[in-house]
Nanobody
């Protein structure tokens, strides 16, 4: 079955960096558009980054441009979100999302907490 598993979250100090991973299984990963969303307590889920199936095109939310970078390795069925210059307002649960021809899937999320 379709499965997305995020990892790499944790507690990090302001200014720090993280790399989140999203391991996909159960579908043709190279055909899916992969996105990262985040949801902070009391706020709506927002789009952070999107990467096209071939990996040659990315888009980012305004609040993360220049600090976040999305990538993917289609040979490993894995998407990545590289996060730099973390701020306390980046604290949220980060979700991986896959949009394929026939379905949309979500991972369970990974918590990122930015605090000194």
């Amino acid at each position: 079955q379709v499965q997305l598993v995020e990892s790499g979250g944790g507690l990090v100090q302001p200014g720090g960096s993280l790399r989140l991973s999203c391991a996909a299984s159960g579908f043709t990963f190279s055909s899916a558009v992969m996105s990262w969303y985040r949801q902070a307590p009391g706020k709506e889920r927002e789009l952070v980054a999107r990467i096209r199936s071939s990996g040659d095109s990315t888009t980012y939310g305004d609040s993360v441009k220049g600090r976040f970078s999305a990538s993917r390795d289609n040979a490993k069925n894995t998407a990545y979100l590289h996060i730099n210059s973390l701020k306390p307002e980046d604290t949220a649960v980060y979700y991986c999302n896959a949009v394929h021809y026939t379905f949309t899937a979500w991972g369970q999320g990974t918590q990122v907490t930015v605090s000194s």
